[in-house]
């Protein structure tokens, strides 16, 4: 069973930065995709942003030019490097990896809490 594992969550004030870290526990060039997640309370759980394994890449339009995904193949990790946090921000952050195609299955991490104060 594939185990991803997130950290790098805390709380920031706003302007400031943090860098989540998604560690999988197989090789990530197994995966068509990783991406990140974001669930606030009361809200539905909203793409933030996805790397595809060609190297492509997505973002909501709230986070555009603010946040960076990446990921290092050697490590098996994936990141979301974000930068100018604002309070909307706060969220628990997950880790997403897909594999397949014709029957795509979802592997997902057990979150990690970003707050952002003003």
């Known amino acids: 069973q594939v185990q991803l594992v997130e950290s790098g969550g805390g709380l920031v004030q706003a302007g400031g930065s943090l860098r989540l870290s998604c560690a999988a526990s197989?090789?990530?060039?197994?995966?068509?995709?990783m991406g990140w997640y974001r669930q606030a309370p009361g809200k539905q759980r909203e793409l933030v942003a996805v790397?595809?394994?060609?190297?492509?890449?997505n973002y909501a339009d709230s986070v555009k030019g603010r946040f960076t995904i990446s990921r290092d193949n050697a490590k098996n990790t994936a990141y979301l490097q974000m930068n100018s946090l604002k309070p909307e921000d706060t969220a628990v952050y997950y880790c997403?990896?897909?594999?397949?195609?014709?029957?795509?299955?979802?592997?997902w991490g057990q979150g990690t809490q970003v707050t952002v104060s003003s």
């Open positions: 997403n990896a897909v594999r397949g195609v014709f029957r795509p299955t979802d592997y």
């Open positions: 197989e090789s990530i060039f197994s995966f068509n995709a």
């Open positions: 790397i595809t394994n060609g190297g492509t890449t």
